[in-house]
Nanobody
Framework: DVQLQASGGGWVPAGGSLTLSCAAS????????ISWFRQAPGKEREGVTC????????IYSNSVRGRFTIASDNAKNTVYLQMNSLKPEDTALYYC????????????????WGQGTLVTVSS
């Protein structure tokens, strides 16, 4: 079975940090775009960041650039999202998703989705 397992969410005070993980099984990580999306209550899902596992290029939304860092460990089939200087507006359900395309965009029809991990940032 192909699976993406997102983990690492939790509660953190404003200004704190969290690291999310997205572990893939059932497929190899080569030449994939792996993205993190988030959806806050009452809001639409938005793209947060993406990494190409073929060349390591990344993209970030304006709201997280400079605070969040995405990284891929292809040997472990895992992508990490380091989130620093968290703000209450970062509170959301975070999803990872994968598509077998070697460059990043949040507008692809992603093939695989994780189950989501909740991040709550208190003010």
């Amino acid at each position: 079975d192909v699976q993406l397992q997102a983990s690492g969410g939790g509660w953190v005070p404003a200004g704190g940090s969290l690291t999310l993980s997205c572990a893939a099984s059932g497929f190899t990580f080569d030449d994939y775009a792996i993205s993190w999306f988030r959806q806050a209550p009452g809001k639409e899902r938005e793209g947060v960041t993406c990494i190409s596992t073929s060349d390591g290029k990344t993209i970030y939304s304006n709201s997280v650039r400079g605070r969040f860092t995405i990284a891929s460990d292809n040997a472990k089939n895992t992508v990490y999202l380091q989130m620093n200087s968290l703000k209450p507006e970062d509170t959301a359900l975070y999803y990872c998703a994968a598509v077998p395309i070697g460059f990043c965009s949040w507008y692809f029809n992603y093939d695989y989705w994780g189950q989501g991990t909740l991040v709550t940032v208190s003010s």
